[in-house]
């Protein structure tokens, strides 16, 4: 799905496919999708550190975790969601208080899920690790209505957090045009949970 993977004939039509480096992903994601290409920058930028010649593997795993479709052909998109939100949890601390409910959403909104990962990792590293960043599915029982949302939470709430919520969901919804989901980025303003 991400990319066009050079991979290797085995027996009885099996493939394997072969990692490849940051770099030579770049070019082929910026010919077909921009949004992917943004994703992919900051994945790099976050996890970038990870990546050596010597720490080739590690970062093959955070790559695996996040960008699963790059790695199997036979992947179910439920179970790939799921684990990359678990890895959104283990590796930043994002929380996913009902997971299957976020994932069942993003598995019935063809594209939300790539949006959905970009906007949980842009919103943790503007608020970084003084503020608990939760993913919820908010369902609306007035308007019977059903979106996710990224809920900011902060010991002492700085002025200006408006501003930059809205700096993060600047960068996010234009690409929410071409998915049937929806997402919000907010604050309901209480205090992280402990």
């Known amino acids: 799905m991400y990319l066009n993977q050079s991979s290797v004939l085995l027996p009885f039509g099996q493939q394997e496919k072969e990692f490849r480096f940051p770099e030579e992903c770049f070019n082929e994601i910026e010919d077909s999708d921009p949004w992917l290409t943004k994703l992919w920058k900051l994945f790099i930028r976050l ?5 050596s010649d010597s720490g080739q593997e590690q970062f093959e795993e955070f790559a695996k975790l ?3 479709e790059m790695f199997s052909d036979t992947i179910s998109s439920y179970s790939s969601i799921e684990n990359s939100l678990f890895g959104l949890n283990k590796s930043l601390g994002i929380e996913f208080p009902n ?3 976020v994932v069942d959403y993003s598995v019935r909104n063809p594209g939300f899920y790539d949006v ?7 919103t943790k590293e503007k608020f970084g690790e003084g503020a608990q960043i939760s993913v919820e599915l908010y369902r609306d029982p007035e308007f ?3 979106y996710v949302s990224i809920y900011v939470r902060q010991d002492s709430y700085d002025d200006d957090i408006l501003d930059q919520i809205e700096e ?3 960068e996010y919804e234009v ?9 919000l980025v907010t604050t ?7």
């Open 188 to 194: 309901d303003f209480k205090p992280k949970s402990s």
């Open 175 to 183: 690409a929410l045009t071409n998915t049937s989901g929806w997402l």
């Open 116 to 122: 959905l990962l970009y906007a949980s990792i842009l």
């Open 99 to 101: 997971v299957d409910a």
């Open 47 to 51: 996890f970038g550190n990870t990546y």
């Open 144 to 146: 019977n209505d059903e």
């Open 66 to 68: 996040f960008f699963p």
């Open 168 to 170: 993060v969901c600047n």
